[in-house]
């Protein structure tokens, strides 16, 4: 027969063995409070200045060099080794050899957006517009009748280069995708599923208004704005060919409420992670194993192409930091290297909705302000296109964040049969190394104006520290 319990043991019981979630506002000292504000205000400066792939990878350029770190060949602290302005990877040697592994922390830079087509430009009922095709999973309709800003690099015909940030600065124009009033959306749009209401062909940058020369001059508004923007940047229309101008929405990351204890802004996804490896990596003073923090490209259009962590670069990296070690960095070697390396996908999950919890498994998922999110597995439905982390890693995470007191949560993204998505964590485990995915948590994830808690991001950057410097080889490694 099971004992009897009074109702005193019974609550000393429950508080032993029991699971609770554990809110980080509850457990910070007034100093680590100070610290996550302090933390947050250099964030939001990190995502002003870099709202695309390359303006981020430039800031952590920069960051990186303000911390010692240089390019390979050069004397630095750590070497920094950009890949055609849009992927990186900084390394911070430790006092083993590369050889027994690394420590790897990798995140992605792209964020959902709309990207310019290469023959944009076209007048329509006296107005000038660009044509847009939209990245990585957005809803259409959230990008209407907003401010917008263009980012984005354009190679002219002699080989040199123009880059744009037109809306961000307080004197600058800014850009919007014009919506239908409501008194003559029904037939439109109100009666329609939500994906077909809004047409991705109608997502359409409003450029100008004004006409140069008379009414009998053939796409005189048109011709107005290739004026412009000849005489401004020295640009034809058949320099579009070779642009990639990116369509983001414009103004600075904010705090939000009233206890500025939230941070809304475009591209949290992924840049919140990003932005706290490089803080963790900076913070490291001379780790026991090397430590490499990579910042993807492509991952919200499924990891394709050159910059992708699908991509051959990652061998390039390690080549890099073989060589720097003196070590022979043959192809063995590198795979050598990596199938004893250890590592967190850093990205984002969805947090808890308040006003959508139906959508949520709430015992599995996370909350706002509950710490950084590991994620044991990934993929849709039965677990499809899934990285599944093994006991034996889940453990060791475990075991370093519990020792280093980092608040964390475990989630998943949505209920099984309704959420699911991918993340970089499989393209890195196909080397053989153990990997789980470990991030922020997210509110209106993929909109222009995703929010985190300030006290989520500070548990973030605290679990790569802790993770940097105290992650080992598993015995069967």
């Known amino acids: 027969m099971q004992k009897k319990f009074t109702k005193k043991q019974a609550q000393d019981l429950a508080k032993r063995l029991s699971k609770k979630s554990v809110l980080v506002w509850d457990k910070l000292t007034r100093a680590q409070t100070g610290e996550a ?41 750590g070497l920094c080794m950009p890949v055609s302005s849009k992927v990186l990877a900084l390394y911070l040697p430790g006092k083993e050899s ?37 990245y990585g999973g957005i809803r259409k309709h959230q990008w209407l009748a907003r401010p917008l800003a263009i980012h984005g690099r354009i190679v002219k015909t002699d080989g040199s280069y123009l880059d744009l940030a037109i809306g961000e600065d307080p004197d600058d124009p800014v850009f919007t995708i014009l919506d239908l009033l409501p008194h003559l959306a029904r037939k439109v749009q109100a009666n329609k599923k939500l994906f077909e209401a809004f047409d991705a062909e109608k997502l359409n940058i409003l450029l100008g208004s004004m006409p140069l020369g008379p009414d009998d001059v053939k796409d005189r508004f048109k011709l107005a704005m290739l004026h412009l923007l000849h005489d401004k940047y020295g640009l034809v ?108 996908s850093a990205d984002v999950n969805a947090a808890l909705d308040p006003d959508y919890q ?29 990285n599944d982390a093994s006991a034996e890693y889940m453990g060791q995470v475990r075991k ?9 949560q475990t989630g998943e993204l949505g209920k099984v049969d309704i959420g699911g998505g991918g993340t970089i964590a499989k393209f890195l485990a196909a080397w053989g190394m153990d990997i789980v995915d470990c991030g922020t948590a997210v509110l209106s994830m993929h909109s222009p104006f995703e929010i985190v808690s300030k006290a989520d991001l500070y548990m973030t950057r605290q679990a790569y520290s802790a993770f940097f410097a105290d992650c080992a080889p598993m015995e069967d490694k």
């Open 37 to 77: 504000m302090a933390l947050a205000e250099d964030y939001k400066r990190f995502l002003d200045q870099g709202k695309t792939e390359r303006e981020a990878v430039a800031a952590l350029v920069s960051m990186a060099a303000e911390n010692g770190f240089a390019f390979p060949g050069k004397k630095g602290r």
């Open 98 to 134: 590369p050889m027994e592994g690394l420590n790897i922390i990798a995140s992605h830079l792209d964020s959902p957006r709309l990207d310019c087509k290469q023959n944009p430009l076209y007048e329509c009922v006296d107005l000038v517009f660009l044509k847009t095709h939209y």
């Open 400 to 408: 370093i964040f519990d020792k280093n007191k980092v608040i964390w």
């Open 237 to 344: 229309e058949e320099d579009f060919l070779a642009g990639e101008l990116e369509v983001v929405p414009a103004g600075k990351a904010r705090d939000v409420g009233l206890d500025r204890s939230l941070i809304g802004a475009y591209g949290h996804d992924d840049r919140v992670c990003a932005y706290a490896s490089a803080s963790a990596l900076f913070a490291q003073k001379t780790p026991r194993y090397g430590c490499l923090a990579l910042f993807f490209d492509k991952e919200e259009i499924g990891s394709e192409g050159r910059t992708s962590a699908k991509s051959r670069v990652l061998e390039h990296f390690v080549e890099q930091v073989l060589e720097a070690a003196g070590v022979d960095a043959s192809g063995r070697n590198v795979r050598k290297c990596l199938y004893r390396s250890r590592a967190l």
């Open 358 to 386: 139906d959508v949520h498994e709430k015992q599995n998922a996370a909350r706002m302000g509950y710490g950084v999110c590991v994620t044991k597995f990934t993929g849709s439905g039965g677990k499809s296109g899934a």
